[in-house]
Protein backbone atom coordinates (compact mmCIF):
# COMPACT_ATOMS: atom_id res chain seq x y z
CA UNK A 1 0.00 0.00 0.00
CA UNK A 2 1.87 3.48 -1.19
CA UNK A 3 1.15 5.81 1.38
CA UNK A 4 2.16 9.82 1.07
CA UNK A 5 2.69 12.23 3.92
CA UNK A 6 2.93 15.81 2.83
CA UNK A 7 5.27 17.99 5.09
CA UNK A 8 6.25 21.95 5.51
CA UNK A 9 5.29 25.15 7.05
CA UNK A 10 2.04 25.46 8.29
CA UNK A 11 2.45 29.20 7.93
CA UNK A 12 3.41 31.55 5.12
CA UNK A 13 3.24 35.45 4.30
CA UNK A 14 1.82 37.18 2.20
CA UNK A 15 4.02 37.71 -1.00
CA UNK A 16 6.14 35.01 -0.27
CA UNK A 17 6.56 31.35 -0.94
CA UNK A 18 4.65 28.33 0.09
CA UNK A 19 6.68 25.09 -0.64
CA UNK A 20 5.72 21.71 0.59
CA UNK A 21 7.08 18.21 0.17
CA UNK A 22 4.92 14.92 0.11
CA UNK A 23 6.98 11.65 0.73
CA UNK A 24 6.25 7.94 -0.83
CA UNK A 25 6.23 5.27 1.19
CA UNK A 26 5.64 1.58 0.32
CA UNK A 27 6.13 1.93 -2.84
CA UNK A 28 8.46 3.86 -5.50
CA UNK A 29 8.05 7.03 -6.67
CA UNK A 30 9.42 5.99 -10.17
CA UNK A 31 6.92 4.54 -11.76
CA UNK A 32 4.11 4.86 -14.45
CA UNK A 33 2.11 7.35 -12.82
CA UNK A 34 1.67 11.02 -12.54
CA UNK A 35 2.13 12.42 -8.70
CA UNK A 36 -0.37 15.58 -8.53
CA UNK A 37 -0.86 18.43 -5.69
CA UNK A 38 -4.77 19.01 -5.33
CA UNK A 39 -5.63 21.64 -2.45
CA UNK A 40 -8.56 22.30 -0.39
CA UNK A 41 -9.84 26.20 0.71
CA UNK A 42 -11.50 25.96 4.41
CA UNK A 43 -14.98 25.22 3.59
CA UNK A 44 -14.70 24.55 -0.14
CA UNK A 45 -14.39 22.21 -2.74
CA UNK A 46 -11.46 20.82 -4.77
CA UNK A 47 -8.48 22.02 -6.69
CA UNK A 48 -6.56 20.62 -8.98
CA UNK A 49 -3.09 22.34 -8.82
CA UNK A 50 -0.75 19.97 -11.21
CA UNK A 51 1.28 16.86 -11.76
CA UNK A 52 4.91 15.53 -12.27
CA UNK A 53 6.00 12.62 -14.41
CA UNK A 54 9.21 10.32 -13.38
CA UNK A 55 10.75 12.26 -16.27
CA UNK A 56 10.11 15.59 -14.94
CA UNK A 57 7.11 16.25 -17.20
CA UNK A 58 4.59 18.54 -15.64
CA UNK A 59 1.36 19.57 -16.32
CA UNK A 60 -0.18 22.63 -14.12
CA UNK A 61 -3.98 24.45 -14.04
CA UNK A 62 -3.78 27.16 -16.43
CA UNK A 63 -5.20 29.38 -12.57
CA UNK A 64 -1.90 28.54 -11.19
CA UNK A 65 0.56 28.22 -13.54
CA UNK A 66 2.53 31.11 -13.60
CA UNK A 67 3.09 30.65 -10.00
CA UNK A 68 3.43 26.90 -9.75
CA UNK A 69 6.48 24.37 -10.03
CA UNK A 70 6.16 20.93 -9.06
CA UNK A 71 9.71 18.98 -9.59
CA UNK A 72 10.61 15.29 -8.23
CA UNK A 73 13.69 13.63 -6.01
CA UNK A 74 13.81 10.35 -7.15
CA UNK A 75 16.94 9.90 -4.33
CA UNK A 76 14.55 10.80 -1.63
CA UNK A 77 11.09 9.26 -2.92
CA UNK A 78 9.67 12.69 -2.95
CA UNK A 79 8.03 15.25 -4.94
CA UNK A 80 7.32 18.63 -3.93
CA UNK A 81 5.16 21.92 -4.92
CA UNK A 82 6.41 25.42 -4.82
CA UNK A 83 3.67 28.31 -4.82
CA UNK A 84 5.19 31.87 -4.81
CA UNK A 85 3.53 35.25 -4.46
CA UNK A 86 0.66 34.28 -2.27
CA UNK A 87 -2.22 35.31 -0.62
CA UNK A 88 -4.86 34.99 1.53
CA UNK A 89 -6.86 33.52 -1.19
CA UNK A 90 -4.13 30.74 -1.27
CA UNK A 91 -4.82 29.81 1.95
CA UNK A 92 -6.09 25.56 2.26
CA UNK A 93 -5.26 22.01 3.02
CA UNK A 94 -2.63 21.08 0.52
CA UNK A 95 -2.96 17.36 -0.25
CA UNK A 96 -0.87 15.37 -2.49
CA UNK A 97 -2.10 12.26 -4.15
CA UNK A 98 -0.82 9.34 -7.19
CA UNK A 99 -2.17 9.01 -10.29
CA UNK A 100 -4.37 11.04 -12.30
CA UNK A 101 -6.82 8.84 -11.29
CA UNK A 102 -5.80 10.09 -7.32
CA UNK A 103 -5.98 6.41 -6.13
CA UNK A 104 -4.20 7.23 -3.15
CA UNK A 105 -3.96 10.82 -0.98
CA UNK A 106 -1.97 12.13 2.14
CA UNK A 107 -3.77 13.33 4.72
CA UNK A 108 -3.02 17.18 3.69
CA UNK A 109 -1.78 19.73 5.49
CA UNK A 110 -3.17 22.99 6.43
CA UNK A 111 -1.41 26.24 5.04
CA UNK A 112 -1.82 29.57 5.85
CA UNK A 113 -1.07 32.52 4.53
CA UNK A 114 -1.20 35.51 7.00
CA UNK A 115 1.12 37.98 8.57
CA UNK B 1 -11.25 23.07 -19.56
CA UNK B 2 -14.12 20.36 -18.40
CA UNK B 3 -16.43 22.11 -16.30
CA UNK B 4 -18.05 19.04 -13.68
CA UNK B 5 -21.72 19.83 -12.73
CA UNK B 6 -23.42 18.14 -9.76
CA UNK B 7 -26.46 18.31 -8.65
CA UNK B 8 -28.25 18.74 -6.34
CA UNK B 9 -25.89 20.44 -4.23
CA UNK B 10 -27.12 19.17 -1.19
CA UNK B 11 -29.44 15.90 0.08
CA UNK B 12 -31.34 14.64 2.61
CA UNK B 13 -32.09 10.93 2.84
CA UNK B 14 -33.44 8.76 5.50
CA UNK B 15 -32.01 6.37 6.92
CA UNK B 16 -32.25 2.91 4.53
CA UNK B 17 -33.65 4.97 1.87
CA UNK B 18 -31.68 5.31 -1.41
CA UNK B 19 -29.68 8.66 -2.75
CA UNK B 20 -29.00 9.28 -5.59
CA UNK B 21 -26.29 12.10 -6.83
CA UNK B 22 -25.68 12.91 -10.54
CA UNK B 23 -22.30 14.19 -12.10
CA UNK B 24 -22.52 16.37 -15.44
CA UNK B 25 -19.33 17.45 -17.49
CA UNK B 26 -19.47 20.29 -20.17
CA UNK B 27 -17.53 17.36 -22.40
CA UNK B 28 -17.23 13.78 -22.89
CA UNK B 29 -14.42 11.88 -20.16
CA UNK B 30 -15.30 8.71 -21.98
CA UNK B 31 -12.34 6.93 -24.90
CA UNK B 32 -13.87 5.14 -27.53
CA UNK B 33 -10.18 4.06 -28.07
CA UNK B 34 -9.84 2.37 -24.21
CA UNK B 35 -13.73 2.24 -23.90
CA UNK B 36 -13.17 4.09 -20.52
CA UNK B 37 -14.72 7.00 -18.91
CA UNK B 38 -12.11 9.07 -16.87
CA UNK B 39 -14.60 9.46 -14.17
CA UNK B 40 -14.16 8.56 -10.19
CA UNK B 41 -16.10 9.23 -7.40
CA UNK B 42 -14.79 10.00 -3.99
CA UNK B 43 -16.29 10.37 0.00
CA UNK B 44 -14.75 13.08 1.99
CA UNK B 45 -15.82 13.29 5.44
CA UNK B 46 -14.75 16.31 7.85
CA UNK B 47 -11.31 16.50 8.87
CA UNK B 48 -9.87 13.43 6.35
CA UNK B 49 -8.68 13.29 2.70
CA UNK B 50 -11.02 12.21 -0.12
CA UNK B 51 -11.39 8.50 -0.24
CA UNK B 52 -11.92 6.54 -3.53
CA UNK B 53 -15.67 5.15 -3.65
CA UNK B 54 -16.01 4.34 -7.19
CA UNK B 55 -13.19 4.34 -10.54
CA UNK B 56 -13.67 4.23 -14.03
CA UNK B 57 -17.60 5.26 -13.45
CA UNK B 58 -19.01 1.91 -12.56
CA UNK B 59 -15.95 -0.20 -10.34
CA UNK B 60 -15.64 0.27 -6.50
CA UNK B 61 -12.59 0.92 -4.94
CA UNK B 62 -11.46 -1.65 -2.49
CA UNK B 63 -13.29 -2.60 0.38
CA UNK B 64 -16.13 -0.01 -0.68
CA UNK B 65 -19.46 -1.53 0.34
CA UNK B 66 -21.51 -3.28 -1.87
CA UNK B 67 -24.48 -0.66 -1.50
CA UNK B 68 -22.41 2.54 -3.63
CA UNK B 69 -22.75 1.94 -7.13
CA UNK B 70 -21.53 3.99 -10.26
CA UNK B 71 -23.05 4.04 -13.54
CA UNK B 72 -23.25 6.71 -16.65
CA UNK B 73 -20.70 7.09 -19.28
CA UNK B 74 -20.11 10.38 -21.79
CA UNK B 75 -21.49 13.23 -20.01
CA UNK B 76 -23.72 11.97 -17.61
CA UNK B 77 -23.28 9.71 -14.75
CA UNK B 78 -24.64 8.67 -11.25
CA UNK B 79 -23.86 7.74 -8.03
CA UNK B 80 -26.33 5.72 -5.59
CA UNK B 81 -26.15 4.87 -2.51
CA UNK B 82 -29.00 1.86 -2.16
CA UNK B 83 -29.59 1.85 1.48
CA UNK B 84 -28.34 4.82 3.50
CA UNK B 85 -26.35 4.63 6.11
CA UNK B 86 -25.41 6.90 9.48
CA UNK B 87 -21.76 6.64 8.42
CA UNK B 88 -22.15 7.58 4.95
CA UNK B 89 -22.81 11.50 5.88
CA UNK B 90 -20.10 13.18 3.75
CA UNK B 91 -19.37 15.39 0.72
CA UNK B 92 -19.32 13.45 -2.29
CA UNK B 93 -16.97 14.66 -5.62
CA UNK B 94 -17.05 13.50 -9.08
CA UNK B 95 -13.82 14.03 -11.10
CA UNK B 96 -12.48 13.54 -13.90
CA UNK B 97 -8.84 13.07 -15.89
CA UNK B 98 -9.94 12.73 -19.04
CA UNK B 99 -7.99 15.76 -19.82
CA UNK B 100 -6.05 18.30 -18.73
CA UNK B 101 -6.47 20.14 -16.43
CA UNK B 102 -8.25 17.77 -14.00
CA UNK B 103 -11.30 19.03 -12.38
CA UNK B 104 -13.73 18.55 -9.53
CA UNK B 105 -17.32 19.07 -9.50
CA UNK B 106 -18.44 21.44 -6.72
CA UNK B 107 -19.59 18.38 -4.35
CA UNK B 108 -22.98 17.09 -2.88
CA UNK B 109 -23.21 17.27 0.42
CA UNK B 110 -25.40 13.83 1.89
CA UNK B 111 -26.97 14.68 5.17
CA UNK B 112 -30.10 12.59 7.45
CA UNK B 113 -33.42 13.12 7.05
Known amino acids: ?115 | DIVMTQSPDSLAVSLGERATINCKSSQTVSSSSTNKNYLTWYQQKPGQPPKVLIYWASSRGSGVPDRFSGSGSGTDFTLTISSLQAEDVAVYYCHQYYSIPITFGQGTRLEIK
Do not use: H
Open chain 1, 1 to 115: QVLLQESGPGLVKPSGTLSLTCTVSGGSINTNDWWTWVRQPPGKGLDWIGEISRSGSTNYNPSLKSRVTISLDMSKNQFSLDLSSVTAADTAVYYCARGRNLANWGQGTLVTVSS
